[in-house]
């Protein structure tokens, strides 16, 4: 049996896939998503005498990180792990983006360093500013935390890139992972945008990779929305649009930086796109279509939580799913858009769809009355943040 959680993480994402022979963490939410709900759950685990396999941490963002920083504070060290055994962390940090060195730097560069790191996250928005979530935007960084707790990082010490380039596949046991973002030129766009917002703020010493500045490298990255674009103007004016008519895509150069997947467990295929940018997937995918790899997955997590920005028509044009996962509370910016839900149980289908949002929002309340304009079926599962099961082949 396979079984796939989406966790109530606010305006944010962390997902728990579970399957015979594969734990997988994929983003982790709030502080308050991993005390009231994944923890638990990773407690059962390892009760059963089974580790969580990998932890991958999409890209640099509070809404997928907090949750995660608040997993290694209080799992400790890998080798004697107060939670559960983690194999394996991905999230790519400065160290995997430069091979330079650095030196020590001056006492009034080192005061400006630590102010930024004393900064922290983003302060979540409106509902997510829980006091949990504030009382941690000031504490480690997620690579700060993956050192000190030795955790086997990028397939060893954090310097690999994990990548659409640098590890297209990379297998786990009996799991056969895809990485089709990000692209290295969304990488070096991460970078410069932090050398960037640096150099703004009067740091003139070299930009290799040392502690500090890896934990420099995450805050900023956080605070930095890189070209970010507003909403369409047109969604909130008329939500009567097609997808068609509102596409813009996403700018925001953190989200370009995703770890985009496709999970291979069995016979099931799953589609998780973080916050990525659908040019980039969409090229990615449309390689291996033309190597004859099937479009049609099982699960697809669509990106960036259903904002109109990161799912293109064109994207879905060559790929399909029976199950759609949307995250997303609402807040903040408003997502899942209406007119990318539309989209999706719009095109015609030889079978029944199944969306499923963890939480109840304007957006999913309408496309619950909604009826597909080919006649396509489809159900609306709001607010559930139940397992979602699927049964693997026999022999699996």
């Not at 792990?81 to 006492?107: F, G, K, M, Q």
């Not at 979530?133 to 000031?138: D, G, P, V």
């Not at 297209?168 to 056969?176: A, R, W």
């Not at 990318?340 to 289908?349: G, M, Q, W, Y």
Request: include cysteine; hydrophobic fraction near 35%.
């Amino acid at each position: 049996m396979l079984k796939i959680k989406m966790y109530p993480a606010g305006n944010g994402d962390a997902f728990l896939i579970c399957s015979p022979g594969a734990n997988i963490l994929i983003d982790g939410g709030y502080v308050t998503t991993f005390n009231s709900s994944i923890q638990k759950d990773l407690k059962s685990i390892a009760l059963r005498g089974e580790s969580l396999n990998l932890v991958i941490a999409t890209h640099i963002d509070a809404d997928h990180i907090y949750g995660l920083l608040a997993l290694l504070r209080a799992n400790g060290n890998a080798a004697n792990p107060n939670i559960i055994r983690i194999d394996h962390v991905w999230h790519n940090s400065l160290r995997c983006l430069t091979r330079e060195t650095t030196h020590e730097p001056s006492a009034p560069t080192r005061m400006m360093l630590e102010s930024i790191c004393q900064r922290g996250y983003p302060k979540p928005a409106g509902n997510d500013a829980h006091p949990q979530e504030i009382s941690a935007q000031q504490g480690s960084s997620l690579a700060h935390l993956l050192r000190v707790g030795d955790y086997t990082w990028n397939m060893g010490d954090g310097t690999q890139l994990m990548s659409a380039t640098s590890t297209p596949i990379v297998e786990l046991g009996s799991t056969l992972i895809r990485i089709i973002g990000p692209s290295t030129e969304r990488v070096d766009d991460l970078q410069r945008l932090w050398i960037s917002e640096l150099r703004q703020k009067g740091y003139q010493g070299p930009f290799g990779s040392d502690e500090m500045l890896d934990d420099v490298f995450e805050f900023l990255c956080a605070h930095a929305r890189g070209g970010a674009r507003k909403k369409p103007a047109l969604i909130s004016a008329n939500q009567n649009l097609q997808l068609n008519d509102i596409y813009e895509p996403d700018t925001a150069v953190p989200n370009g930086s995703s770890v985009a997947t496709i999970i291979e467990l069995g016979n099931k295929r799953l589609l998780f796109l973080g916050d990525s940018w659908a040019e980039d997937i969409l090229e990615q995918l449309q390689k291996l279509a033309a190597e004859g790899y099937s479009m049609l997955f099982d699960v697809i997590k669509v990106s960036h939580h259903g904002s109109a920005c990161n799912t293109s028509p064109a994207l879905l044009e060559l790929i399909d799913a029976p199950v759609y996962l949307v995250s997303s509370n609402g807040t903040g910016h408003g997502h899942p858009d209406f007119p990318v839900l539309r989209a999706i149980v719009d095109r015609p289908a030889s079978f029944h769809r199944k969306i499923y949002l963890n939480y109840q929002t304007p957006a999913s309340i309408r496309l619950s009355q909604y009826q597909s304009s080919s006649g396509a079926g489809f159900t609306v599962n709001e607010g559930g943040n139940e397992w979602i099961e699927m049964e693997l082949a026999k022999n699996e």
